[in-house]
Structure formats: structure tokens, C-alpha cells
T-cell receptor, first 114, second 115 residues
């Protein structure tokens, strides 16, 4: 069955620093992978998705993620953090066995300090 | 374009009471999802509708939870009776056709507290 693991429930960076949020997946078939962001008291918003095209995926707000099959990873990065990036980030994989559905990780809270 | 609308945004009830949540998806979106998000966790799918048909309700606790999507547009999720463990955020999402790669658009959620 498809699943994702997010390493680190909290990540703290300074404004202007590199953002790296880790996600590893488990899948016996080529996966569809997603990153969503959730701002306080709001729903989830899609940042980017990998659908087996280019391995480097660019998303909104300057975020990007690289699919690495050899490492079973799909880490999210942003070169320079902004205060407005503070939020909860969820990695998800599309489960394709049985009923198709998104399976989310437990999330990583990004804290950005001035 | 209006996003997914949910109401109420917050609800506090006593255990054993009923509660209902309402969702209005993005206009034209055929697929509607209800998710449960516990504190510190990612969302978990409860039920998925394609038009008015529930195509995946395998994770819906049917002894106390029910859902409907009349006319394939708005949807209501009900809990009767509520238990303390039901305290969570209930998210609604919609997508145009529900295909594997389609983007799901989420509403702001209803935060439920059961006392």
C-alpha cells in the first residue's frame, strides 16, 4: 500500500534561509505525489504535484520538489524563506489500489523567525 | 471564482448530541470529499462522492456518521450521537472530475469540539 513519512513535526528557519521539508514515500508502483500547505484556520492548498513527468516539480510561492526514486524521496524546498511561509505542510501520495484516494503524512509545521 | 464553502466554521456540542456540517463545492465540480483531520495529523478521507453517488465510504463509521449529497451539489455530513473522540476538524474538498491526478480544492473546515 502507498504511504508517506514526513520527518520532523517542526522545522524552524530564519527568514531568508533555505527551507527543506522531508518526505519519503512507500509505493510498489510509480507514485503520484503531492505537497499541500495549510495556513492557520484554513483548508489545504495544493503547492505542487508529481505525476511521472519531470522529476523536478515547480510549484506556487517559489517552492519546488524533486522526485528521487533511488531515495524514495520527494522533499520540498524553497531557496529563501519568507515570514508568510509559516504554515503546516503535508506530503501526500495517491493510493491506487482499491479505491483511489490521497494518503497524507502527519505534517510538518514550518516556523520562520525574523 | 468562489472556493469551497463550509459551515459552520466552529461548533461546540455536548456528547450524545447530534451535529451536522454543510459543504458547498466549487461550481461545476462533480466530485466531493469529506475528510477528518485530528489534531497533529493529516486529513483522512471519510467519503467521496461522484455527483450524488457515494463511491467510497469505506472509512465512514456508519454506526454514527451519515452523509448525503442531494442533486449532486451541496453535501451534509452528520454525526449522531457525537462522542468525545469526534472532536476534530472536518474538511470538505471538491475536484472537477475526480481523476487520479486532479487537484482537490479544500474548504476552511468545521472545527468540532465535543464536551
Amino acid at each position: 500500500a502507498q504511504s508517506v513519512t514526513q520527518l520532523g513535526s517542526h522545522v524552524s528557519v530564519s527568514e531568508g534561509a533555505l527551507v527543506l521539508l522531508r518526505c519519503n514515500y512507500s509505493s510498489s508502483v510509480p507514485p503520484y505525489l503531492f505537497w499541500y500547505v495549510q495556513y492557520p484556520n484554513q483548508g489545504l492548498q495544493l503547492l505542487l504535484k508529481y505525476t511521472s513527468a519531470a522529476t523536478l516539480v515547480k510549484g506556487i510561492n517559489g517552492f519546488e520538489a524533486e522526485f528521487k526514486k533511488s531515495e524514495t524521496s520527494f522533499h520540498l524546498t524553497k531557496p529563501s524563506a519568507h515570514m508568510s511561509d509559516a504554515a503546516e505542510y503535508f506530503c501526500a501520495v495517491l493510493r491506487v489500489t482499491g479505491f483511489q484516494k490521497l494518503v497524507f503524512g502527519t505534517g510538518t509545521r514550518l516556523l520562520v523567525s525574523p | 471564482e468562489a472556493g469551497v464553502v463550509q459551515s459552520p466554521r466552529y461548533k461546540i456540542i455536548e456528547k450524545k448530541q447530534p451535529v451536522a456540517f454543510w459543504c458547498n463545492p466549487i461550481s461545476g465540480h462533480n466530485t466531493l470529499y469529506w475528510y477528518l483531520q485530528n489534531l497533529g495529523q493529516g486529513p483522512e478521507l471519510l467519503i467521496r462522492y461522484e455527483n450524488e453517488e457515494a463511491v467510497d465510504d469505506s472509512q465512514l463509521p456508519k454506526d454514527r456518521f451519515s452523509a448525503e449529497r442531494l442533486k449532486g451539489v451541496d453535501s451534509t455530513l452528520k454525526i449522531q450521537p457525537a462522542e468525545l473522540g469526534d472532536s476534530a476538524v472536518y474538511l470538505c474538498a471538491s475536484s472537477l472530475l475526480g481523476g487520479a491526478q486532479e487537484t482537490q480544492y479544500f474548504g476552511p473546515g468545521t472545527r468540532l469540539l465535543v464536551l
